[in-house]
T-cell receptor, first 116, second 111 residues
Framework: GAVVSQHPSWVICKSGTSVKIECRSL??????MFWYRQFPKQSLMLMAT?????????EQGVEKDKFLINHASLTLSTLTVTSAHPEDSSFYIC????????????FGPGTRLTVT | ELKVEQNPLFLSMQEGKNYTIYCNYS?????LYWYRQDPGKSLESLFV?????AVKQEGRLMASLDTKARLSTLHITAAVHDLSATYFC???????????FGDGTTLTVKP
C-alpha cells in the first residue's frame, strides 16, 4: 500500500536554529502534499499545501518566511522551520495524495520537534 | 468557511457497550474521512465515504454518511479496550482539495 515516510521522527534543537523535516512518498508519486501541525491534545491544523514544482499555498496565519516548504520532486517535500523558538515545538505531520487520483490522503508517521 | 464539529469530544465507555460518534459539517462536500490516532502516533485511515448513504464497516466500527444532513457517524459495537484512541473525522474539499478536521473524540474503553 501507499507509504509515506518522514525524517527525522524526532528532533531537539536550540532556539534560533533551523530544522528541516523531510516527507517522502515511497511507492507512489505525489503532486500534492500537505503539512500539518498538532499541539498536544488538539486536532491537526493544516499549515500549507505543497505542490510539486510550484510555490506552496499557506493557510491564513502561517508565516511562509518562517515555515519554508519545498516540493522539488514528485516524491519529496521538505518543511524547514527557520529560527525556531520554543513555541514551535509541536508534532508535524505530512500527508500525500497519489497523482494517479483517488480520494485518500496517506499520512506520514510524524516528526516531533522540541525547541529548547 | 467549512466547519467540522465532532461530538462528544471525550467518551468513556464500558467494554461490550455500543456508542456513536457524530461528525457534522457546515458546507457541501464530496468526501468524508475517519481516522484513528493513538498517543504519540500519526493518523491511521479507517474509512473514506464518498457518497450519500455510504456505509462501511470494519470489525467493530461502522461509518455512515448522510450528505443531505451533512452528518457522518462512527458507530462502535461491543467496545473492547483496544479501541481506546482518538478518532477524527475530516471533510474533504472538492477536486481532492485540502481536508478540514474535527476536534477529535478521545475514546477510553474501560474493562
Amino acid at each position: 500500500g501507499a507509504v509515506v515516510s518522514q525524517h527525522p521522527s524526532w528532533v531537539i534543537c536550540k532556539s534560533g536554529t533551523s530544522v528541516k523535516i523531510e516527507c517522502r512518498s515511497l511507492d507512489f508519486q505525489a503532486t500534492t502534499m500537505f503539512w500539518y501541525r498538532q499541539f498536544p491534545k488538539q486536532s491537526l491544523m493544516l499549515m500549507a499545501t505543497s505542490n510539486e514544482g510550484s510555490k506552496a499555498t499557506y493557510e491564513q496565519g502561517v508565516e511562509k518566511d518562517k515555515f519554508l516548504i519545498n516540493h522539488a520532486s514528485l516524491t519529496l517535500s521538505t518543511l524547514t522551520v527557520t529560527s525556531a523558538h520554543p513555541e514551535d515545538s509541536s508534532f508535524y505531520i505530512c500527508s500525500a495524495r497519489d497523482m494517479k487520483g483517488g480520494s485518500e490522503q496517506y499520512f506520514g508517521p510524524g516528526t516531533r520537534l522540541t525547541v529548547t | 468557511e467549512l466547519k467540522v464539529e465532532q461530538n462528544p469530544l471525550f467518551l468513556s465507555m464500558q467494554e461490550g457497550k455500543n456508542y456513536t460518534i457524530y461528525c457534522n459539517y457546515s458546507t457541501t462536500s464530496d468526501r468524508l474521512y475517519w481516522y484513528r490516532q493513538d498517543p504519540g502516533k500519526s493518523l491511521e485511515s479507517l474509512f473514506v465515504l464518498l457518497s450519500n448513504g455510504a456505509v462501511k464497516q470494519e470489525g467493530r466500527l461502522m461509518a455512515s454518511l448522510d450528505t443531505k444532513a451533512r452528518l457522518s457517524t462512527l458507530h462502535i459495537t461491543a467496545a473492547v479496550h483496544d479501541l481506546s484512541a482518538t478518532y477524527f473525522c475530516a471533510v474533504g474539499g472538492t477536486n481532492a482539495g485540502k481536508s478540514t478536521f474535527g476536534d477529535g473524540t478521545t475514546l477510553t474503553v474501560k474493562p
